[in-house]
């Protein structure tokens, strides 16, 4: 039978559970500017977005349920596996890393009129407390076709090595089967560290790695951002004075004072959040379209800058009490090396949670939740 045609004859969203929104993608002018009666304008398309298809319908499942097809033919599903969690530790000296992305599959299905195909919907891996291995995210599926299995928890330990967390991988999709990113890996050398969780698998291939951390400085913490979509990673550590990097953003790695770079080559600073969209597209769903920057990193009483629509977010190295930046949508959420309690937040959708290493207490971050899409 054959493969039908994307166009833009119409759309209609419709949001399974508890997910909002809905409408057609759409390219914005980014900027523009009169000359000689003119109107000028550049415009920014995000990256990974794919175009209508077929008719322009969707349904979007953030919880698991069933599916039923309302007319024979083929449908574009996408399936994303939750993220990893991070791993907590209390104490000086110690090290946690995040843990890993989502795996994501996408493939052309044939359904006939009238067939109902069960949903899963895997969750992100939940936080933990004091001295424990964060938690796998949970495996999303539809049906038999297509499935994503969810990143792997973070670890922790007092002294020794450790190696980051594996993201999950994608299966059965005709299209893609891409991999989450992983957790960034931490030496045996002493120092608080903490690395950020890994960015979802996604159309554009394997998610971003967070940073790495390695060399010997007894002075300070270390923490890296989160890692981003298409395989960007954030800026890895050479330890020394108390240092953070920033999240990855969609079309670069961050540094030691900026988040990745957005669509228009622009980096957070320091505290900043990345932008959520510089595209100015709208998205119909969670993973249509990337356009975000990397979160700023934090050296100062104030939380780390949270990524954009895929990308990570900012890690923290210094104050109590403070927390790293939230992951965008498929974005890794940073690391929290602090000195006193902290937090990292849970990130969007199918992104892994950071690590945490602090004296005092603090929470890791949770795994963002999986999710599928089905367009007819």
């Not at 057609?24 to 298809?53: E, H, N, R």
């Not at 932008?275 to 993973?287: E, T």
């Not at 004296?359 to 367009?375: A, H, I, M, R, T």
């Amino acid at each position: 039978m054959p493969i039908p045609s994307s166009s833009n004859r119409g759309v209609l969203g419709r949001i399974g559970a508890s997910q909002a929104g809905g409408g057609a993608v759409s390219t914005i002018t980014s900027s523009a500017s009169s000359v000689g009666g003119y109107v000028t304008a550049t415009t920014v398309s995000p990256v990974g977005w794919l175009g209508i298809f077929n008719t322009g319908r969707y349904v979007t499942f953030v919880e698991s349920g069933t599916f039923t097809a309302p007319i024979a033919g083929y449908y574009r599903v996408r399936v994303l596996g939750g993220g990893g969690s991070g791993a907590t530790i209390n104490g000086t000296q110690k090290r946690a890393t995040g843990g890993g992305g989502g795996g994501y599959a996408m493939g052309l299905v044939w359904l006939t009129q009238g067939q109902i195909v069960s949903v899963t919907i895997g969750k992100g891996g939940s936080w933990v407390a004091d001295g424990q291995s964060g938690n796998a995210g949970g495996a999303s599926s539809f049906g038999a076709y297509l499935s994503a299995t969810g990143g792997a928890g973070g670890v922790c330990a007092d002294s020794t090595a450790l190696v980051g967390a594996a993201g999950g991988v994608g299966t059965g999709g005709t299209l893609i089967n891409a991999s989450g990113g992983k957790s960034g890996s931490i030496d045996a050398n002493p120092g608080s560290s903490a690395t950020g969780g890994g960015g979802a698998g996604s159309q554009l291939g394997n998610g971003g790695d967070s940073g790495s951390i390695s060399g010997n400085a007894n002075n300070g913490n270390a923490a890296t951002g989160g890692g981003g979509v298409g395989g960007v990673a954030s800026f890895s550590i050479t330890r020394g004075a108390s240092l953070a990097t920033g999240g990855a953003g969609v079309a670069g790695v961050s540094s030691l004072v900026l988040g990745g770079f957005d669509l228009l080559s622009v980096g957070a600073s320091q505290s900043g959040n990345g932008a959520v969209n510089s595209s100015s597209a709208v998205f119909r769903f969670p993973g249509d379209g990337f356009a975000g920057g990397g979160g700023g990193p934090s050296y100062s009483n104030s939380n780390a800058g949270a990524g954009g629509t895929g990308a990570g977010g900012g890690a923290h190295a210094v104050s109590a009490g403070q927390a790293s930046g939230v992951g965008g949508v498929f974005g890794g959420s940073g690391g929290c090396a602090v000195s006193n309690s902290g937090i990292a937040p849970k990130p969007g959708y199918g992104g892994g949670g950071g690590g945490l290493a602090g004296p005092n207490g603090g929470q890791s971050g949770g795994g963002g939740d999986g999710l599928v899409v089905v367009e007819w």
